[in-house]
């Protein structure tokens, strides 16, 4: 059964998704950090509805495709004059690009059982916007096909989740073995690209490689930070740069964010050397967790 998390979690890192669906361990790992679906109605529910001409609230409808069952569930399906439209709910500020896949999952999936979808409305407190899902089932059937092809581990590709990822020192591990120039933190395809224009193609090139090389290309700073990144990485052993300031009086908040679960999971307060950690440990405690902060302060 594949719903549109699924398709979002794949989007986010390949190598992940593979492991959520083969590893049980990372499974329920990952599972705990996503938190929990609302409840949907049973699809054969939802469809008895939908054929006495009722609006449905959490309804949900499947259709096999490549393999794959996929499995919709928005917000809201509703009667109009000339079809059916789907409505979903956002709390993200600015229209994203991956809601035009999402409309075309929920329209695809409702449309092939037979319910004419004519558009899909995403609503935010911040926004109002209609899509047509047709526009968006070429892209959604090349994500899909390539699920479905997967059957062995994708190479790891560090991105922005990966701090918080149960399988992050792995992946780390394999770039590092293959000497890849993205296992050093936040170098990117550009810094890549120009270190393999200086004939830099790995991380024993690039840790034995001269500072002044480095330092032209780069300037002297970030030359040397590159280089003993790398040094770091091959050697296996730490690297300072410098002497870590002194926190000033007060008290310093720590904020540790899931991206992919769109939640804050700590709230930690540092008090000179005392730290006082609030741990959110599903989406739905995040208000009351929130308030405990508040009550701290």
């Known amino acids: 059964m594949l719903t549109f998390k699924d398709v979002e979690n794949f989007l986010l890192c390949p190598r992940r998704y593979y492991f959520r669906v083969y590893r049980e361990n990372e499974k329920e790992d990952i599972q705990e950090m996503e938190g929990f679906e609302v409840a949907h109605h049973d699809p054969d529910v939802t469809r ?3 054929r006495m001409g009722f609006s449905v609230l959490q309804p949900a409808e499947t259709f096999e495709v490549f393999g794959e069952t996929l499995l919709s ?8 004059s000339d079809g059916w439209r789907i409505i979903v709910h956002k709390k ?10 999402e409309a075309a999952f929920h329209g695809y999936v409702f449309s092939s059982k037979g319910w004419h979808v004519k558009d899909v409305v995403f609503i935010s407190p911040f926004f ?6 047709r526009e968006g089932v070429g892209p959604l059937f090349s994500v899909l096909q390539a699920i479905s092809d997967l059957t062995e581990p994708p190479d790891p590709i560090p991105s922005r989740i990966c701090r918080n990822c149960p399988i992050q020192d792995e992946c780390s591990g394999i770039l590092i073995e293959k000497g890849d120039l993205r296992a050093i933190h936040g170098v990117g395809d550009r810094t890549i690209k120009e270190l393999k224009e200086l004939g830099i193609k790995n991380l024993w ?3 034995e490689v001269s500072e002044g090389l480095l330092a032209k290309h780069f300037g002297p700073e970030r030359g040397r930070r590159l280089k003993r990144m790398a040094e770091a990485l091959v050697e296996k052993k730490p690297v300072f740069f410098g002497k870590v300031p002194e926190i000033p009086e007060g008290i310093v908040l720590d904020m540790e964010s899931y991206p992919a679960g769109d ?5 930690g307060f540092l008090e000179g050397e005392r730290y006082v950690p609030f ?9 009351e967790t929130f308030f405990k902060v508040l009550e701290y302060l």
């Open 92 to 101: 993200a500020k600015n229209f994203k690009r991956k809601y035009i896949l």
């Open 205 to 207: 090139e690039l840790s």
């Open 73 to 80: 569930q928005p917000d809201l399906i509703v009667k109009e």
């Open 128 to 133: 109002k916007i209609s899509v047509d899902w």
């Open 48 to 50: 008895e509805l939908l």
């Open 263 to 267: 939640i804050d999971f700590l709230y």
């Open 279 to 287: 741990f959110v440990d599903t989406p739905v405690d995040v208000k």
